[in-house]
């Protein structure tokens, strides 16, 4: 049964870090794992989708990897905002029409 | 287009008693999901549907049914509220084929009392 788990659960940086944000999954046969932000009290917005022969994909100031082998996948956050703020999640789609949901990352940038 | 919206977006019960929450997409999608988001437990699917008039079971259907009599509208079903059923749910679609792209709704918020 694939587990999808989110380490830290909570983290605050100044303005202006780089961060990495870590997801581990249980069963390495992944079609493809995705990134999430969530903001209170809104619906998940994908990010990221890495496909599983995939290692890494990019958008803007974010960069996501992926390694099966490992079963690791992480978000990187370059040059963090406040607008950054969130809860990050991850998800990995594993089953048949089944993403597993990682608990998420919650984000605070200070100004 | 208004995506995934559903209907209500807060609502309280009391235990024993029973509720609807409609999800409603306007991208034709095949493909609809519902989900609940619980503190320190991620997301769960707890029923899906490939197509008008199917449904299937997720990872904690117990306590919840189902419908999908449109392709656009996907409904949940408490019959009998319980207090473990107090959670954020969240409705998802997505194209046939593309069950990793799946877009969300805002999410109801309901407690159980």
């Known amino acids: 049964k694939q587990e999808v788990t989110q380490i830290p659960a909570a983290l605050s940086v100044p303005e202006g870090e780089n961060l990495v944000l870590n997801c581990s999954f249980t069963d390495s046969a992944i079609y493809n794992l995705q990134w999430f932000r969530q903001d209170p009290g809104k619906g998940l917005t994908s990010l990221l989708l890495i496909q599983s022969s995939q290692r890494e994909q990019t958008s803007g100031r974010l960069n996501a990897s992926l390694d099966k082998s490992s079963g690791r996948s992480t978000l990187y956050i370059a040059a963090s905002q406040p607008g950054d703020s969130a809860t990050y999640l991850c998800a990995a789609l594993s089953g048949t029409y089944k993403y597993i949901f990682g608990t998420g990352t919650r984000l605070k940038v200070l100004a | 287009n208004a995506g995934v919206t559903q209907t209500p977006k807060f609502r309280v019960l009391k235990t024993g008693q029973s509720m609807t929450l409609l999800c409603a997409q306007d991208m034709n999608h095949e493909y609809m999901y519902w989900y609940r988001q619980d503190p320190g437990m991620g997301l769960r699917l707890i029923h899906y ?61 309901l407690t159980v009392t």
């Open chain 2, 49 to 109: 549907s490939v197509g008008e008039g199917t449904t299937a079971k997720g990872e904690v259907p117990d306590g919840y049914n189902v419908s999908r009599l449109k392709k656009q509208n996907f409904l949940l079903g408490l019959e009998s509220a319980a207090p473990s059923q107090t959670s954020v749910y969240f409705c998802a679609s997505s194209e046939a084929g593309k069950r990793y792209e799946q877009y969300f709704g805002p999410g109801t918020r």
